[in-house]
């Protein structure tokens, strides 16, 4: 198997994160044109250092992924620029937990919505018209294993995150027999330096690594997996 991205061009929704910045660099070294997204200014300073000689095929854009307009306007500049979109991967997201259903605040379960579903719908919605033009194109979406495994304390995060993976599964089967594949992949708790602060006395061991969930984005995005659409991909391992 040789998953490679030369002549390719790939946009990261929040591209400099915990995992979104793993995403970035696995496609830079595999010869990607990488667009990021992203709110932090110094996370975008941190992505380019590490992304070394290959910082020339990286550009980022602050943008707001769920401002419909401003997503749109990002695929059109990307379409303008490049010619071409081969691979959108979403890993924006937010987490609110250990809150009862009704001690919630209703803020809470908008912010949920809006980061962890109208992101993602903002992205798909603007990528694949100019990838079912293409007849080509490759859409990753990361939802969370509290999709469908819903604990106490985590109804708001885990209805947004059903619904996101709802969303894709029917969008997967839309776009059916044209060259447009969209999958979903279903984190639990990624190792990240966030997730260590948060949970500072769990086993960090058991975590699977960003660089590790990256590995499995990067083949859902490539020719490799062009028999694999409408799927929900456990990246969780045994934790």
Known sequence: MNISFPDKVALVAGGTGGLGRAVSLAFLAEGASVVVTYRNQDELASLQDVAGTAVPRLEGHRVDVTDEAAVGQLIAEVLSKHGRLDAVVNTVGGYAGGIKLWELETRVFDQMLSLNLRAGYALARAAVVPM????????????????????????????????????????????????????????????????????????????????????????????????????????????
């Open 132 to 239: 079912l033009r293409q007849k080509h194109g490759a859409i990753v979406n990361v939802a969370a294993k509290a999709a469908f495994d819903h604990g106490a304390g985590a109804s708001a995060y885990a209805a947004s995150k059903a619904a996101a993976l709802a969303m894709i599964d029917s969008l997967a089967a839309d776009v059916k027999g044209t060259g447009v594949r969209v999958n979903s992949v279903l984190p639990s708790i990624i190792d990240t330096e966030a997730n260590r602060k948060a949970m500072p006395g769990a086993d960090f061991a058991t975590w699977p690594k960003p660089e590790e969930i990256a590995r499995v984005i990067l083949f859902l995005c490539s020719d490799d997996a062009r028999v694999i659409h409408g799927a929900a991909i456990p990246v969780y391992g045994d934790s």
